[in-house]
């Protein structure tokens, strides 16, 4: 199945490409879904990304530092916002499961394509984190919880916005990296001759999945009265230290180490 306009092919990515369409709009050829087909464009397309060892090619770029510039006057200007830098410790995904060409997907920002933060999923995070193990007035129906995050019929005291990558001019911070299903059939639930499920075993075949993840400084944006939005930055510290944002937390991605004011 062609994915792409013939004239696109020999066209390499430049300094200016954005990340996000270089990935999405620019494959050659995509397997179907039963993966039969040759899937070996989409391995040169997703290399093509790197340098020879797993440092991506494609640079933030200077529209988005001028952006990224022009959202921290914005907050500095107003009252109520405030900014923390947060580092990312390991590695993270966010957007794994988004609808993609690939078999998974990275959260790009849409305009720019570099790795963000939405500020739902910052939100998601603290709500669960807090309402899971800082006591009964932080549980879904408390008192404190519904303030600081709303409910259904009432906006939250605090304002979470999208976490934006800080950026020095250098290349984005993309990494690739691999899921390694090693037992297809059994986890696919295929059936054996007598009608059982096909046990795991070691004869079974790997299949490696490629994906991208991300590291890097991340500008984490917060609104609200000065004493809920002090203590939401202190329930995102804790979540983002403790168990992490985006998939794959449970392998170790997503930890982040939020720092003072920036």
């Given amino acids: 199945m062609n994915a792409r306009r013939s004239k696109l092919k020999d066209i390499p990515h430049r300094p200016t490409t954005h990340a996000g369409l270089w990935l999405d709009r620019y494959l050659a050829k995509q397997v179907d879904r039963n993966n039969s087909g040759d899937s070996g464009d ?41 900014s923390r830098l947060a ?9 794994l499961g988004s609808a993609s060409v690939w078999e998974n997907s990275i959260r790009l920002h849409h ?16 709500a669960r984190f807090a309402a899971n193990w800082l006591g009964e007035e932080w549980k879904r129906e408390g008192e404190a919880h519904q303030t600081m995050f709303g409910t259904t019929e009432s906006a939250g005291y605090v304002t979470f916005y999208d976490a934006w990558y800080v950026s020095n001019g250098d290349k984005l911070p993309l990494l690739k990296d691999v899921i390694t299903v090693h037992h297809k059939e059994y986890y696919q639930e295929k059936k054996d ?70």
């Fill in 111 to 126: 305009t720019y394509g570099v790795p963000v933060i939405p500020g739902s999923a910052l939100k998601g995070l603290a």
């Fill in 193 to 262: 001759e007598d009608g059982k499920i096909k046990p795991p075993a070691d004869w079974d075949s790997p299949t490696p999945i490629q994906f991208l993840s991300a590291n890097g400084k991340y500008l984490i944006t917060l609104g609200g009265v000065d004493a809920w939005r002090k203590r939401a930055f202190e329930i995102v510290a804790l979540a983002l230290e403790h168990e992490g944002i985006g998939a794959k937390t449970s392998s170790g991605y997503g930890r982040m180490k939020l720092q003072g004011n920036s």
């Fill in 87 to 95: 580092t990312v410790t390991g590695r993270m995904v966010v957007g």
């Fill in 42 to 82: 989409r391995s040169k397309q997703f290399d093509a990304l790197f340098a020879p060892v797993v440092t991506c090619a494609i640079p933030s770029g200077q529209l988005y530092q001028a952006a990224f510039e022009r959202w921290k006057t914005l907050v500095a200007a107003h009252d109520g916002l405030e």
